[in-house]
Structure formats: structure tokens, C-alpha cells
């Protein structure tokens, strides 16, 4: 079953939302993540980037610009054997773009999930969306910035997008394989 269909995975990841505000400020101390030795023991990890708003915008045809404010730190769990899980800074993630990167040769596949109802540029409110299913092709992120912004890329047989949108208590869940959510 793929979790990006999976009504449990998406209300369980919804009901987390509001305690984002909680986790900011409790936080666990910041660990570091070396992806590259990861992948090298065939170890994958998840990671959870929670935030109270989200706006995605269409830069062109297919292409999209999701921004995070005032994200949380970047939860991450490791998929079996081991079962690692922490957390890492915004910075830290997002050096994952970086050239040489994990991400730069081969960016990550995620899904965009909220819990409240969408706003519209025109102000029109419509119900919850399925998760958008994305590719995060670059991020743009800076020590201290309130937002992360990414440029992404609708998966193919994803849910249909609409040009614009603002989304309430958002959670974007990233898996590192390349290989989607399978």
C-alpha cells in the first residue's frame, strides 16, 4: 500500500499538526545526518517538516514554488533495519541541495498534506486536498529566514493542483530514496 493513499497515514500525520508550536519550543538537541554514509549501509530515512501556513504557487507550466513559514526543525526517521530517528536544523536540510548534496543529483520525492481547508488567491475557501505528490527540485533557505521555499514538480498520476493556494497546519513529508512512497 502507498502511503500517499493511505487515509490513516495522513490523518495520523494531521492530528500531529497542532502540536508543531510545542515542538519548536521542546525541541530535542539538533543531531547531524550524513546521508551520503546512509545510502553507502542502504539506510533511507523520512523526514517531517511541519508548519502553520503553506503557500504553493504555479512559477510555470508544471513547475511550482511551495513555501513553509515559520517551519519547525526537520524531524527524520530512518526506514528498517535500524529505526534512527532525530532531528536537524533547517540549514542543515537544506544543504542537501547543495552541489554534491544527497539531493542534488537526485531530488526527493514528497507529499504536501493539510488539515484545514484551503484558501484561494480570491479568498474562496475549498475542502482539505488529497496530499499533493511532488519532487523538491531545489530549496532555498538561509540561517535565521522565517519560510523555506522549495521549487518542486508534480509527480506524474499525482493529485490535480491548482494554481495557487494557502494551506493551514501543513505537514511536507520528504522520503530521501528517490523512489517515492512505496
Keep these: 500500500m502507498k502511503i500517499r493513499s493511505s487515509a490513516a497515514w495522513v490523518l495520523a500525520t494531521s492530528a500531529l499538526l497542532p502540536i508543531c508550536a510545542i515542538a ?34 504555479l512559477t510555470s507550466p508544471g513547475h511550482y514554488t511551495l513555501t513553509l513559514f515559520k517551519p519547525s526543525v526537520v524531524h527524520y526517521r530512518a526506514i528498517a533495519p535500524n529505526r534512527e530517528s532525530g532531528n536537524i536544523s533547517l540549514e542543515d536540510f537544506s544543504q542537501y541541495w547543495a552541489p554534491g548534496g544527497s ?73 530521501d530514496s528517490g523512489g517515492g512512497f512505496g
Design 24 to 57: 519548536n519550543e521542546q525541541a530535542n538537541p539538533m543531531s547531524h545526518l550524513d546521508l551520503t554514509a546512509a545510502h553507502a549501509k542502504q539506510i533511507h530515512y523520512k523526514f517531517l517538516l511541519m508548519s502553520p501556513k503553506a503557500e504553493m504557487k
Design 103 to 175: 539531493f542534488s543529483s537526485i531530488p526527493p520525492n514528497a507529499f504536501v498534506a493539510s488539515n484545514d481547508p484551503q484558501t484561494l488567491p480570491n479568498g474562496k475557501q475549498i475542502a482539505q486536498q488529497a496530499p499533493y505528490d511532488v519532487t523538491l527540485r531545489a530549496v532555498t533557505y538561509k540561517k535565521g529566514d522565517k519560510f523555506i521555499r522549495f521549487d518542486c514538480t508534480k509527480e506524474e498520476g499525482g493529485q490535480a493542483m491548482l494554481p495557487a493556494v494557502t494551506m493551514k497546519n501543513v505537514a511536507l513529508i520528504v522520503d
